[in-house]
């Protein structure tokens, strides 16, 4: 902006090309540039398409374009085998079934400040959890999968104090009673994000039981994303794990 | 009934008296009997007065009649201070005010199988906990109370691991989360019976996320009963914990 | 735990050999073994695999695991016609449709101390109580099947006076408004576990209605389970049925 | 219609003054006129007052006005003891607190079919039951009160079996899980107005357990009106009771 | 009874065969007989099956024993056009597609007191409406259908008013906000039953707004059946239209 | 903005002083300022005060800081009695307790392009109403008022069907079942906008059966503001009210 | 009718027939015609049919029947395209996948006083979005789409600014959380009409989550339809759109 | 253990005396030593009091207890202004109104990574904001207060950009339609926290409107706390702003 007014002063552009300007970029020269490109701050970061509800050509279509912009890295959440099979022609494209995530480009080495850790209370929450981890490890995050630990089978769980006390961010899915982020919350020290999920029966109303339960947690240090929302999920536990890099990035 | 029919047939009692009889009498003699009477099918069982919602006056009138029925321990639930305040004049009176509740008599002496564990979450769980307590040591059980063992403090409840495995029946009472009723329904080997409280804050909504919590429960063996309901679950857990004695009784 | 620390005293092992064993087999030594095995504490108490969301090729697999432990009884839960038809394999393998269970090997003698009575208010229960019934009895419960003895039909219910009154415990199960428990538990002298089912029309809303029916029974005695949680109730109702004996082992 | 129409085409009324009497009046000339005048078809029937949320002094000037129209019985409902100690001065004036109903004027003598049967689950539903019993009685009916008969104490209600056959229509009050409306739906052959009550505690919400239940009520012949609503089924009751009367009437 | 007794007193039968005949026997001789029997008690009253839940096999079965019981009209409600085409070999059978409703034997003259009026707010209440509307013509009922008179068009509604105000009873039946109910309850002097029906969008949540609407109604004498109940609607409807007949029964 | 930029090319204001004036108003030089300003656009136009939540003192505050700065018309809604006696120093105040308004300055002249009709169901959503109406006037708009005028009276309703069809915009206020909403919709011709009201009993939870009610409202034009939220419904109402105002305005 | 009277009043019709003729006609003499009429009081307005829960066949002959009656333009709403594709043979016709909108007749100029802006959060509410935009251009108005300008990125709504500022209505349509209708509603100066879709994931229950953070959006003027509604919003809308012209005809 | 293993082996302790240590110490031992001392794992943490539901009495003990325990700084949440009066013998004890809080001891130099944002949406959430604000205070963080900046006036929220484009973690505290939370999640870069409050009127029902609207926000990177819950949010908001300081505690 101080450019263009200056460009003004030296009489570079005229008044009204600079009215313009100004208008047709208010966000990029406003101090809301970062609103736009806020996603690609950190280098590396990948372009994130969510997959429900869009055609597999649409998908491609826009995996396209964002290839020739120079993403090298893309993402794509709630990703149907069926969907994936039609978009194999994709350079550089795999499909990991189990959390519904379809990838384009490598995976990033892992740059966070330490490691995710992701437990679930059982073997049903296990897609919800691979959309976390994969999402975690494509954002550049070393995730520990700490699978089926969930509070019926206590000691399961107590087994794996070490990897909970060393864990930077901790993402905890359970269905049902959702326990399982109350007793982490206890046991850990750091940021615990919660995720219930839709598995269960009877009066757990497609994940409400565990969402009430989670919301309730008598742990501190405890927060919520929606029901099955493994994606928002490592996304925040990925920004906390960058911080202090992010903070470098700041302050330098 | 039989002997009915032999007065009957011996011209000892006329059809028409005898018809009179049955007419007035039927729940004593055609297998009802039970009915009326099943309260006091053990000897000593305490009659209980449901207090809210009744005057002191009115209590105090339902116990001198229970007393003249030759009751000698009676047991009032949700029985605020300034009732109890007025119950003063009834002959081996105390009020516990912990659980709200009122006795009449002496407390029995313990008949069971074995013991009832109560376990709390908070200490703010305490007075259903104890409401639950007061009424299983009425009906003739040995109470063990675990209070505030909450599970995101889960070393409080594991150091008490021993109390848990040997336990008869627990009743594991909490609010907020509910989640203590899963961990323990993993530790323990015996019933389970969970007890939602209204304890808690914003989304907890008087205890139904602690409740839909405890049905959802993974854990084997667990039950629920109502939200605050201590009584309701002490007097289950005490059915149990005279199984054994109700069998020899049926048998012999 | 005395043994290993008198084998260090002893010099038979060195303190770091004792502390590796320590840590890895935290559970066994410390008092939380039982939570491990607590399952097969009983003699020939059958393993159970949950089958809904497993393929049937994963419950034939763990299944394989389970006979080559020497587990010499399974009972599979929520079992399609489907899956069971391709589990035909398994030796000693039966399917029982009308509960959804499968079963490997053979069902045990009734060891309880009495009998568990399965009452319905409505043939459209059956499901729920086949699930029931068939779990108790590969638990080792001598069960008595009572149903279609809806309350709107009162005559039905207390043409079973007898087997109500001198029942163990009493599993409930009811859709629609779920009086049932209520008028079964003002009946009966022993603990009642309450069943909703999902089964209803209108404002019945999957089985919510008949389950705060039972929550606010006014009859003492009455617990509940899930809605549709067949397995759970009789998991719990065995318990309770067997605490006689489990007493007998504790104390011996 | 027509005589005004035979007024204008006699001359002896413009068609301009026609035309304002047939605006000012279109409800008593054009078929409407009952809608007006519906509340007073029978002979004798009170006016009603919805006491709540009106000042003593409106009441009391309401009534005033209903007493110089000529009506000489007035009930008001949901009336509190100390707006009913204000209106003492009204002539011919009494109070029932038990239902917080007052009247003006004289019982009517009963002119119904037969008689109204008001049956409760508990003590605490006696507040509804009364509402409903003293509109009934003012409404011309003859009504048999069955108080306290809830179904966890079945033999109650079974030793007024004859009463419930009897009844030409029934209300059936109850709170907590609302099964007598179910039970009474079974025993009775005559139309079962169910009132759901707000007593209860833990999850019945305020009445909203009782409603579903009652919705849900597996007897043919039971219809619901809303929690605590006793002046509604009893007005709903008054004109099945009338019903015959009625017919008469129209027939006639 | 008494006769039992007095062939007892005249040795005409043992005291232990009375017994016998006593238990086996207990709802017909002990005033609980007309709970048997209370469906059939008016001539010529139809059974009623309940089809939905049931196969064509299970129908056709209960059909045939039912008519080997010399039941000459039967009644199948939520039968679905498979199960009716299966069903076309039973004698005098016929199908009524628009309510689901099977039919045996002959439709009977209408002997009610008056008639009973179905009104509906749209053409997508139609199905719930002939299901209630056939019924209470199985029944012995005179019907008439007001169908589509919705209150958004309140013309159509008000121009059979003639129809509404001499009514014995009216089934309103409304999906969507069902303000039915109160308009036609303002205008009618007669008992309104109304039907929530499922038909709806967005925030309709399946019948429960209509239902609330409904049971909120402003109007006197109006109470509500569960959603889509158009077969309990009609059942009660019919039991009112009935009072005077019973009433006669009764009496003489 | 363009005079700004062409002061910086005249060099009458350095390209940093224009920075700074830029970074400043941002909202009034590039298209916000109407944000700031957009409630006073027409000529008159009161300020708001939300006065729940503020004290008095606060309330006071904030008029005197409108006064100053030229406001002469100020609304304060949601103004309890013991507020507003407080208050009374302020000039040209005056408080109208129906409504729960405060007015400081005199009521404008109607300028609108009709009238608002404000239709409510019964007396009890008077103080609803009256919030609507005084809002209304207060925004300059003529206000008709059809008080009492619920669908279980509808002769009520019908005769003032002449407002109701020559109205610009209707309110239509009501609580309990709401079906004013739809049958006023129906009638009139003009955008509806319902206001549930908080007023009822039973399951009328506090608004929310008049909200669903009028959601689902099967009449085309309504919409539907917050429970008893008059404020909002006379604000849109005067929005519309004055839309060919704006719209003369904003052309020319 | 006062033409009638004055009829009568002549001779000219004898009383009798002139009242044939008031009770044949109520809604055309007595204030109610346009009742009937009054979707056709502007010029050209289209009959709208919902097409759901209609077989093509019915939706067909509806239209033959309106097109006999002179309408010239139809709107056929809810309108799959295999429907759609039944109805190719009616002249003019044609379908609007995007909005499942069918079209009989041309589109009509705008004649509105402006243009309805319609703003989308996401791509996902497309499908209500064209509903209501195919809706408001069949009924006249000029439509200005503005499609994902969802609130998580605020630049594409912000650069937005001066179309919404000049609208002359808003339909602001999003699921989700439902945030559009408050930022619109804020930065608007007209009416907004939010229409909560129910696109989502997890705690979004349908649109349950959208609908109720609409009905308490904090910013003025800001009404809701129900969930899904585009067509509802549109209506109303339209009306607004024409209030001015309206006005006018009811004043000329 | 290590150590104590060789004490075993070196005679100095017997092996049931070490046993004994074990058994009476083991979260010290065994790697649960964390969980007992995790909340002062950082120089100068705060122990934390939750205030609601305990006695000034209590409290006062409580803090006291800490106190000779060598905490030297003490947070009191949810404490009332009559409790606090209580309070004010304690050494350095002060109460800040505004948030409920009470401080024992100096507030911490801010040791976090950067500042922490806490922005509301009106002045009625400014006392959750402020038990957000010093509990972040508290526990040493840097604490940027962006109050009243609700999306209905978009500009105060834009106006701030600046930092919410530099914070390290941001707490969004809304009630109403909470939709404050989904535009600074588009706004920001880094994590944010959401805290509904139960601010509000009509359909807010306490909160869960809010809560609702914010479980689903389309903004990636937002979690959500407890209703009111600002002491949670700014616990875990400080965990992620120390994480940079744990990391080194942890790797050092």
């Known amino acids: 902006m101080l450019l263009l007014l200056r460009q003004v002063a030296a009489q570079e552009i005229t008044p009204d090309a600079a ?43 826009i995996v396209r374009k964002m290839l020739e912009n120079g993403q090298s890295r893309i993402l794509i ?9 039609l978009l194999r022609s994709i350079p550089a494209f795999r499909f990991e079934e189990a959390g519904g995530i379809g990838l384009v480009g490598k995976m990033p080495e892992p740059d966070g400040i330490g490691s995710i850790v992701i ?4 073997t049903s929450d296990q897609h919800v959890a691979e959309e976390a981890a994969l999402t975690a490890e494509a954002l550049g995050n070393r995730v520990v999968r700490l699978y089926d630990v969930g509070v019926s089978g206590l000691h399961r769980l107590l087994s794996h104090t070490e990897e909970i006390m060393s864990a930077t961010v901790i993402i905890a899915i359970a269905g049902m009673e959702g326990a399982l982020a109350s007793v982490i919350g206890g046991l850990a020290d750091c940021p ?4 219930p999920t839709s598995v269960g029966y009877g009066a757990s109303f497609g994940g409400i039981s565990a969402l ?30 960058h911080i202090g890099g992010n903070h470098e990035n700041t302050v330098s």
Chains 1, 2, 3, 4, 5, 6, 7, 8 share one sequence.
């Open 19 to 61: 009215l313009l300007q100004i208008r047709q970029a208010p966000f990029a020269d406003l101090g809301y540039a970062k609103i736009d490109l806020h996603r690609g701050v950190r280098q590396g970061v990948p372009e994130v398409i969510y997959g429900a509800g869009k055609t597999a050509a649409q998908i491609s279509e």
């Open 119 to 122: 437990a679930t209370g059982g």
């Open 77 to 85: 959440t709630r990703l149907s085998a069926e969907k994936a099979a």
């Open 192 to 195: 615990v994000i919660a995720v």
């Open 212 to 241: 009430l339960s989670m919301l309730n947690s008598c742990a501190s240090g405890v927060s919520v994303v929606n029901i099955d929302n493994g994606f928002g999920a490592a996304y925040q536990a990925s920004m906390i794990n």
